[in-house]
């Protein structure tokens, strides 16, 4: 199999030095494998994607230096595999529809009796209010609304895929995460009720989400070494379920560390100070921004 990275920016606003490092650590890490580097548009949510972004983004890689393979997938133009798998999900009664509203999840996750609402991945870990609501109904039998967000079932998709039996799911760690985990990452079926929660496979506005794209589409492209930031490192455990149950192989992940401001503060898109155009209008050079994020090229792993 060839050693193949990726990087998936969202064209929701300029490209910061966050990014450029992450676009660099997975470009240096396919060329030195001898490997392939893709890149791949995320653009599901419509209403903040836009095309000025998307072409800033390939202006601003192919000025670092970086080269990938055409034609980039864009995910807009993915729903119908999307659909597929939500249909897949949906006929084995792993999914169901959720009408509750963010102040419903915290009203319900915060009631007295619950403590303090635990967090996830997501936000707010979901009390599970909808999937008790359609207890005992086979959903399967059902057409699969599309007006409504849907979600899985975590406790009874670990139960498919983990069993009682087996120790759970695991992931190869090669960077580290927040925590600085590194190596075998295992975690059990129970961690992941107690620690994600049922959440959202198919959001309402955009008929799927981050996690069930990001994960078929890695699959799809071939991705062998997924890199990326730390901020993502809990939800590889879902990524990691999500591929059990679609049958999809579970690629190593290298998350690395943040680029951070003055403040201490992660980096985000609407950090213009930092975006990679702003450095280039003052004339820095593409040396200049490895220099920038503290980018070594003599050292192989960016941990
Ligand atoms: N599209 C995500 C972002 O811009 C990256 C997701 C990933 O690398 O898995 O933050």
């Known amino acids: 199999?060839?050693?193949?990275?990726?990087?998936a920016p969202s064209p929701t606003g300029p490209l910061h030095l966050g990014h450029a490092y992450s676009a660099l650590l997975a470009y240096d890490m396919a060329v030195s494998e001898g490997g392939d580097f893709l890149l791949r548009i995320e653009d599901i949510d419509q209403s903040r994607s836009r095309a000025h972004w998307e072409d800033?983004?390939?202006?601003d890689l192919k000025w670092l230096g970086l080269t990938w393979p055409e034609p980039v997938i864009r995910q807009s133009e993915r729903q119908p595999i999307y659909d597929q798998a939500l249909d897949d999900l949906w006929s084995r009664g792993l999914l169901y529809p959720c009408s509750c509203n963010r102040k419903d999840i915290a009203a319900a996750a915060s009631a007295p009796q619950e403590g303090a609402p635990l967090l996830g991945p997501d936000g707010i870990i979901y009390p599970g209010t909808c999937r008790v609501r359609w207890q005992g109904i086979d959903l399967s039998r059902r057409a699969r609304p599309k007006d409504q967000p849907l979600r899985l079932n975590i406790a009874k998709a670990a139960q498919l895929v983990f069993g009682d039996?087996?120790?759970?799911?695991?992931f190869p760690e090669l960077g580290l995460g927040p925590m600085k985990e590194s190596g075998h990452i295992a975690f059990t079926p129970y961690e992941l009720q107690t620690t994600i929660g049922d959440f959202v496979l198919s959001r309402r506005d955009m008929g799927t989400s981050y996690h069930l794209?990001?994960?078929?589409?890695?699959a799809a492209q071939k991705i062998t070494h997924v890199v990326r930031g730390q901020d993502l490192f809990e939800a590889a455990r879902i990524h990691v379920l999500?591929?059990?149950?679609?049958?999809?192989p579970t690629p190593a992940y290298f998350h690395h560390r943040l680029i951070r401001d003055d403040a201490g503060k992660r980096l985000a898109k609407r950090d213009d100070a930092r975006a990679i155009a702003k450095y280039r209008a003052e004339g820095a050079s593409p040396q200049?921004?490895?220099?920038?994020?503290?980018?070594?090229?003599?050292?192989?792993?960016?941990?």
């Open 1 to 7: 199999m060839t050693f193949t990275t990726r990087f």
């Open 56 to 59: 800033q983004i390939y202006g």
């Open 165 to 170: 039996a087996k120790p759970g799911g695991s």
């Open 213 to 218: 794209s990001v994960v078929l589409d890695d």
């Open 242 to 248: 999500l591929q059990a149950l679609l049958d999809l």
């Open 288 to 303: 200049d921004i490895r220099a920038m994020v503290g980018f070594d090229p003599c050292r192989s792993l960016h941990r």
